[in-house]
C-alpha cells in the first residue's frame, strides 16, 4: 500500500471525506459512551430528541451557534489565506471588553447605544488581531503563536479590569461589572436567549464573505496567497496587505461574537471562563470543517451548536461527566485533521 | 356503565394523586465538578444519602453549569419530572428566583443566598464556629507567627469564616497574623498551588483554606507544613500534615427538607420565610481531619502542651478545643465566637460588649477582624 498525491482533489471527494471524519468521529465517541456504559444509539437519540424535537432545544442550539457562526466564517477566510489566527477566544473577549466601555461608561442616547457597543467591539477584536497580523508582517513572528498568546492577555485583562477599575457596586465580593441598562442590551427570541440580530448579522456575514472571497478581486488576490504564496509574489500581490485584511476581518468577526454573548445573554462583563465558553476554540472545527467556503459555515456552525447543546442534553439526562462536550469536540478535529492526508493522497494498493 | 367508568377514572385520578405525593424527583443543579474533591463533592455525598435515607424518592443531578445556563438546565429538568430543585451555589440566586417564578409549582432550594420567594427557600450549613476552633489550634502550632490562608472570592461568607479563625490564631498567640490570599476562583488547582507556595515562601509554617480542592494539603505536605481539611475528609491526602479542619454533612439539611416536602409541610405556597442556618448543633458542620477524627493524634500532644488563658484561668488548648467543640454540638450553645465587644482590623467597634452577631449580620459582614494581613476588598473604612 502506498500514498499517491492528488494534484486538485474534487468538490465530491472533499464532501466524502468529511462526511467519513465526522462519521468516524461519531463511532468513536460512540465507543466512549458504551465504555461508560450507555448503548451510543440511546446516547444520540437522546441528544437529538433533546435538541431538534424540542423546541428549547432548538433554543439552546442557536444560542451557541450564533457566536460559532460569526467566528466561524471569519476564521474559514483566514484558514483560506493561511492566517492561522487561534485567537478568537481572546479576540472575543476584547469586543466584549470595548463593548462594556462603551455601555457602562460611554453617556450616548439609547437609541445609539447599541450602534457603538457593536462597533467598538469589532474594532476590539480587530485590533487585537491586526496586532498579530503586524508582528507578522513586520517581524515574521508565527502567527499562530502569537494569536495564541494574545488569548491569554485578553483573559488577565478582563480579570483585571472585573476585579479592579470596572467592578461592580453591589457584587458582594464577587468580580463583575454592574449590569448593562434596559436598552443596551440585544432583545431575544420570545423567553428565549437568542439574540438575533447578532444571528442575523452571523448569517450576513458568513454569505458577505463568500462573496467577498469568490467574487471580487480582493477574494482572487486572498486565495491566491493562501494557495500559492510564491505565485501571489510573482504577480506582486502583497502578501502582507492579504493578512492585514484577513486579520481585521476574522479579529472584528470575532469581537462582534463577544458583544453578542454579553450584551445578549450576560449583560453585564464577567470572568472570562464564564463569558465565552470556548466559543473562540469550538470555531476553529467549525471553520475547518467548512474547508474554506464562509458560506458553509452557515451548516456547520449550526452542527457544532447541536453537539454543544446535545452535550448538554446529555449532562442532564443521564449525569454524564460535564468533560463529555470536550470529548466530542476533540475526537472530531483529530478525525478531521487526520482526514487532511486523505483529501490530498489517494490509498493505492500497491 | 357510564357510572363506572366515572368511577374507574376518579379512582385513577385519586391514585395518580397519591402517587404523585410519594414520586418525589429531587433535582440538583450544581456548580463545579462532582469530582473536585470539595464543595460540589459534598453536595453530591448529601444527594446520595437522602436518597438512600427517603423511601421513593428519586434524584437527579447536573455538574459543572455556569450561571447563564441555570435557566435552560432549570427547563429540562423540570421537563423531566423534577418536583423540587437545589441550586447549590451563590452565583445561580439570581436565575433561581427567576426559575422560581416560572415555575410557581416547583419548589426551589438555593444554598448560601439570601432571597427567598414563596416557592424557593434558602439553606447554608456554616463554617464560623468551627473556623474559630482550626484558628485555635493554628495559633498554638505555629512557631513563625505567621499563619497562611488560601481563599476563594471576598465575599461575606469568606470574610467571616476568616474572621473567626483570626480571632481563635489570636486567643492563643496575640502577636499571631493570618496572612491572606485571593485566588478568585472556587476550584482552580494551579492558582492554589500557586497561592500556598508562596504563602509558605513568606514564612508561614502552616495554612488553611476556603476554596474547593485539596491542593492546599497537597502541596503543603509536600514542604512539610500542616495544614487543615475543608469541606470533606481530606486527611487521606496528607495524614502526618492534616491538624484538623471542618468538614460538611449537607444530607442532614438534605433529608430534612424533602422529608417535610414529603409530608406536605413545605408547600410551593409557604417557604418565603424557611431559611436552613444550620451548625454544629445540627450536626450539619464537623470538627475534624476527616470524619470521626477531630484532631489528627499526631498534633494531640503539642496541643496539649500548648496553653492559653480563658477568663483568667490557664489551660491546655487541646481541652479548649474540646470544650467549645462540645458546646456547640448542645441543643443550646453558649458560646459564640462573633460576641462583642470585637473590633475590626481598622478598630473600629463592630460586635459591642454583651451582644452576638445576627444571622443577617453575619450574612453581610464585610469587616474583617484583627490579625488578618493583605488587601480585602470592599472592606469599610
Redesign the interface.
Known amino acids: 500500500m502506498r500514498l499517491e498525491p492528488l494534484p486538485n482533489p474534487s468538490p465530491l471527494r472533499s464532501v466524502g471525506v468529511t462526511l467519513l471524519a465526522l462519521g468516524l468521529a461519531f463511532a468513536l465517541v460512540g465507543g466512549v459512551f458504551w465504555a461508560y456504559g450507555l448503548s451510543p444509539l440511546e446516547a444520540y437519540r437522546t441528544m437529538l430528541e433533546g435538541t431538534l424535537l424540542d423546541p428549547r432545544g432548538w433554543q439552546e442550539v442557536l444560542r451557541r451557534t450564533i457566536p460559532l457562526l460569526l467566528i466561524g466564517a471569519g476564521l474559514s477566510l483566514a484558514f483560506r489565506t493561511q492566517f492561522y489566527n487561534i485567537g478568537a477566544e481572546g479576540q472575543l473577549l476584547l469586543g466584549a471588553v470595548l463593548a462594556a466601555g462603551v455601555a457602562l461608561f460611554l453617556p450616548l442616547p439609547p437609541a445609539l447605544s447599541l450602534p457603538a457597543m457593536a462597533l467598538a467591539a469589532a474594532l476590539g477584536g480587530a485590533l487585537w488581531c491586526g496586532l498579530a497580523a503586524w508582528l507578522k508582517n513586520r517581524f515574521y513572528v508565527n502567527e499562530i503563536l502569537t494569536t495564541l498568546m494574545l488569548n491569554y492577555v485578553a483573559q488577565s485583562l478582563v480579570i483585571y479590569l472585573i476585579n479592579g477599575p470596572w467592578r461592580g457596586k453591589d457584587v458582594r465580593g464577587y468580580i463583575y461589572s454592574d449590569r448593562f441598562a434596559e436598552y443596551q442590551q440585544l432583545p431575544v427570541l420570545l423567553g428565549s436567549n437568542v439574540h438575533w440580530p447578532t444571528l442575523a448579522l452571523g448569517i450576513a456575514l458568513a454569505l458577505l464573505l463568500q462573496l467577498l472571497l469568490f467574487r471580487s478581486t480582493l477574494g482572487f488576490r486572498l486565495r491566491v496567497v493562501g494557495e500559492n504564496p510564491g505565485a501571489a509574489r510573482y504577480l506582486g500581490i502583497s502578501q502582507s496587505r492579504a493578512f492585514l485584511v484577513v486579520a481585521l476581518i476574522t479579529g472584528g468577526a470575532a469581537g462582534l461574537a463577544g458583544f453578542g454573548e454579553i450584551a445578549g445573554i450576560h449583560h453585564r462583563l464577567i470572568e472570562p471562563t464564564q463569558l465565552s465558553s470556548g466559543y473562540g476554540f469550538t470555531a476553529i472545527i467549525v471553520a475547518w470543517l467548512a474547508r474554506g467556503n464562509p458560506a458553509l459555515v452557515l451548516l456547520t456552525a449550526p452542527l457544532m451548536g447541536l453537539i454543544l447543546a446535545g452535550g448538554d442534553v446529555l449532562k442532564v439526562s443521564f449525569n454524564l461527566p460535564f468533560r463529555i462536550v470536550d470529548v466530542f469536540s476533540g475526537v472530531m478535529l483529530f478525525a478531521l485533521i487526520g482526514s487532511e492526508l486523505f483529501l490530498r493522497y489517494r490509498l493505492r494498493h500497491r | 356503565m357510564k357510572i363506572r367508568l366515572l368511577a374507574l377514572l376518579v379512582a385513577l385520578g385519586l391514585g395518580l394523586g397519591l402517587a404523585q405525593q410519594s414520586n418525589l424527583k429531587a433535582c440538583f443543579i450544581y456548580v463545579g465538578?462532582i469530582g473536585d474533591v470539595g464543595w460540589t463533592y459534598a453536595h453530591d455525598e448529601g444527594r446520595r444519602a437522602a436518597e438512600k435515607a427517603i423511601p421513593g424518592l428519586t434524584t437527579?443531578?447536573?455538574?459543572?453549569v455556569?450561571?447563564?445556563?441555570t435557566?435552560?438546565?432549570v427547563?429540562?429538568?423540570v421537563?423531566?419530572g423534577c418536583n423540587v430543585i437545589f441550586t447549590t451555589s451563590?452565583?445561580f440566586m439570581d436565575q433561581t428566583l427567576e426559575a422560581a417564578k416560572k415555575y410557581p409549582n416547583v419548589i426551589f432550594a438555593h444554598a448560601s443566598g439570601f432571597k427567598r420567594a414563596p416557592n424557593m427557600l434558602t439553606y447554608m450549613a456554616d463554617f464560623y464556629q468551627i473556623y474559630y476552633l482550626n484558628g485555635l489550634m493554628a495559633g498554638a502550632l505555629t512557631k513563625s507567627g505567621k499563619v497562611g490562608y488560601v481563599a476563594a472570592?471576598?465575599?461575606?461568607e469568606?470574610?467571616r469564616h476568616i474572621s473567626a479563625f483570626a480571632l481563635g490564631v489570636r486567643a492563643v498567640n496575640p502577636r499571631a497574623t493570618v496572612n491572606v490570599k485571593w485566588i478568585?476562583a472556587w476550584y482552580s488547582p494551579v492558582k492554589a498551588r500557586e497561592a500556598t507556595e508562596a504563602l509558605i515562601a513568606e514564612g508561614n509554617d502552616i495554612v488553611a483554606f476556603t476554596e474547593d480542592t485539596a491542593t492546599v494539603i497537597q502541596t503543603a505536605a509536600r514542604r512539610r507544613v500542616p495544614s487543615f481539611s475543608h469541606y470533606n475528609s481530606m486527611y487521606k491526602y496528607a495524614p502526618d500534615y492534616v491538624v484538623s479542619g471542618q468538614l460538611v454533612d449537607w444530607s442532614v439539611i438534605y433529608i430534612d427538607i424533602l422529608k417535610k416536602v414529603q409530608n406536605g409541610t413545605y408547600t410551593p405556597k409557604n417557604l418565603e420565610n424557611v431559611d436552613y442556618w444550620w451548625l454544629a448543633r445540627e450536626r450539619a458542620v464537623m470538627l475534624g481531619a476527616q470524619v470521626g477524627m477531630p484532631i489528627n493524634p499526631k498534633f494531640e500532644p503539642a496541643l496539649k502542651q500548648a496553653t492559653m488563658v480563658v477568663n483568667g484561668k490557664r489551660m491546655s488548648v487541646y481541652d479548649r478545643v474540646m470544650e467549645l467543640y462540645r458546646d456547640i454540638q448542645s441543643p443550646n450553645p453558649k458560646w459564640d465566637p462573633f460576641t462583642g465587644p470585637i473590633r475590626d482590623r481598622n478598630g473600629v467597634l463592630r460586635v459591642p460588649a454583651g451582644r452576638r452577631m445576627t444571622v443577617k449580620e453575619l450574612n453581610e459582614m464585610q469587616w474583617v477582624a484583627p490579625g488578618v494581613v493583605g488587601p480585602v476588598?470592599?472592606e469599610p473604612k
Open positions: 465538578p437527579q443531578y447536573v455538574e459543572s455556569k450561571p447563564a445556563d435557566l435552560a438546565t427547563d429540562r429538568l421537563a423531566g451563590f452565583d472570592f471576598p465575599i461575606p469568606l470574610k478568585n476588598p470592599d
